[in-house]
């Protein structure tokens, strides 16, 4: 069936750097905006990030920007999550997520966890 | 930057009664809104978009309605695995796109 399934997770000092990979099957990912979205321990969802299905506009939550870059690799079906300067309050799971439609986030893979700690 | 906030925080209900869960969004979101459930340690799964549109695979006891700024999910009759935490989202005015803080889903 359709599936993201992301990687790249781990435990980071803060300070340091990590790249995140969302990989797609099973759908035309060429077609579709992409998001990022991570979840703090215990706490709600924040989206974090999104670009559009070619690449041309990305879009970065404002405590996010100037540290994290969006890209994706439509041949390799993959998007990617740079994050830079990496601080404690970026703990959380980061999911990836398709697009539907409009907007909503129709698939979600199941998450990699990132950890921020000294 | 648009709000959602939901209400209640927790809603304690017993297995077959009915369960509504409110969000309200600072401005118009017309009708670009969306319901999430999340069950501990998995993914969130969407429910609802476009307020009234069940997803694929989403049972008829799960609808949604409302417009502008008020928006209502309703579960029919509670079944043991709809306990879990719903979030709503706006994706009518980005970015940001964003989300409310959750509904927790409890037995009663």
């Known amino acids: 069936q359709v599936q993201l399934v992301e990687s790249g997770g781990g435990v980071v000092q803060p300070g340091g750097s990590l790249r995140l990979s969302c990989v797609a099957s099973?759908?035309?990912?060429?077609?579709?905006?992409m998001h990022w979205v991570r979840q703090a321990p215990g706490k709600g969802l924040e989206w974090v990030s999104f670009?559009?299905?070619?690449?041309?506009?990305?879009y970065y939550a404002d405590s996010v920007k100037g540290r994290f870059t969006i890209s994706r690799d439509n041949s390799k079906n993959t998007l990617y999550l740079q994050m830079n300067s990496l601080r404690v309050e970026d703990t959380a799971v980061y999911y990836c997520a398709k697009v539907l439609g409009r907007g909503a986030l129709d698939i979600w893979g199941q998450g990699t966890v990132v950890t921020v700690s000294s | 930057e648009i709000v959602m906030t939901q209400s209640p925080a927790t809603l304690s209900v017993s297995p077959g009664e009915r369960a509504t869960l409110s969000c309200r969004a600072s401005?118009?979101?017309?009708?670009?809104l969306a319901w999430y459930q999340q069950k501990p340690g998995q993914a969130p799964r969407l429910l609802i978009y476009g307020v009234s549109t069940r997803a694929t695979d989403i049972p008829a006891r799960f609808s949604g309605s409302g417009s502008g700024t008020e928006f209502t999910l309703t579960i029919s009759s509670l079944q043991s695995e709809d306990f879990a935490v719903y979030y709503c989202?706006?994706?009518?005015?980005?970015?940001?796109?964003?989300f409310g803080q959750g509904t927790k889903v409890e037995i009663k």
């Open positions: 670009i559009r299905y070619d690449g041309g506009n990305e």
């Open positions: 401005q118009s979101v017309s009708s670009n």
């Open positions: 989202q706006q994706y009518n005015n980005w970015p940001p796109w964003t």
């Open positions: 099973r759908f035309t990912f060429s077609n579709y905006g």
